[in-house]
């Protein structure tokens, strides 16, 4: 398909499991930004890609979460041992620019319920 | 830093009536604007983005908003809802720091266009 795929839409792990969700973008885009999405609040940003090199992971929120782009396309988010804290959707955005001034193209999500 | 406040967590509206989603953001720095939408089940899509020149920016299904620097705000507006605008609704900032930039949502304002 032509937009951002993200895998699995849906996943459930019980407390302490590890979890890897992994991100498709647009072909060419050379940014890539993983968000966490809790119920009812706007997404927060987890981290950023240009290309292969992670420039910024000032949002993920303890050193559980690790994220990876390893050639510069598919990017997977990791998340070991988790938490319930962790249950929300994650979202994969892409886009094609890099200043910022660009259209981010969001996949549909990764919801992950952690019991 | 820098955040994004969206005053209304919920806006219920009659169909054909005219509607305001409020956004004001806090930057020290010139940044770049945008409105997403959300509709259940769906990626945030592009609504519209304020990069520079005109205050009034168009943007699809007839949505439109205004950039006030000095109230630093970014408003929303559709002079006429139709029941299909029912989603979620995103204000956004982006600003380039240190060699990479994100961008930054706000809450989002529930739009509920009724009959």
């Known amino acids: 398909g032509a937009g951002v795929s993200q895998s699995p839409r849906y996943k459930v792990a019980k407390r302490g499991q590890d979890v890897a969700l992994r991100c498709d973008p647009i072909s060419g885009h050379v940014s890539l930004f993983w968000y966490q999405q809790a119920l009812g609040q706007g997404p927060e940003f987890l981290t950023y890609?240009?290309?292969?090199?992670?420039?910024?992971k000032s949002g993920l929120p303890s050193d559980r979460f690790f994220a990876e782009r390893p050639e510069g396309s598919v990017s997977t988010l990791k998340i070991q041992r988790t938490q319930q804290e962790d249950s929300a959707v994650y979202l994969c955005?892409?886009?094609?620019?890099?200043?910022?001034?660009?259209?981010?193209?969001f996949g549909e999500g990764s919801r992950l319920t952690v019991l | 830093a820098q955040s994004v406040t969206q005053l209304d967590s919920q806006v219920p509206v009659f169909e054909e009536a005219p509607v305001e989603l409020r956004c004001n953001y806090s930057?020290?720095?010139?940044?770049?604007l945008f409105w997403y939408v959300q509709y259940p089940n769906q990626g945030l899509q592009l609504l519209l983005k304020y990069l520079s020149g005109s205050t009034l920016v168009k943007g699809i299904n007839g949505f439109e908003a205004e950039f006030n620097k000095s109230q630093t705000s970014f408003h929303l507006r559709k002079p006429s809802v139709h029941i299909s605008d029912t989603a979620e609704y995103f204000c956004a900032v982006s600003r380039q720091t240190s060699g990479t930039y994100k961008y930054i949502f706000g809450t989002g304002t529930r739009l509920k266009v009724l009959a």
């Open positions: 890609f240009q290309n292969e090199a992670q420039l910024d």
């Open positions: 955005a892409s886009s094609f620019q890099w200043e910022g001034a660009g259209e981010l193209f």
């Open positions: 930057s020290s720095v010139s940044v770049y």
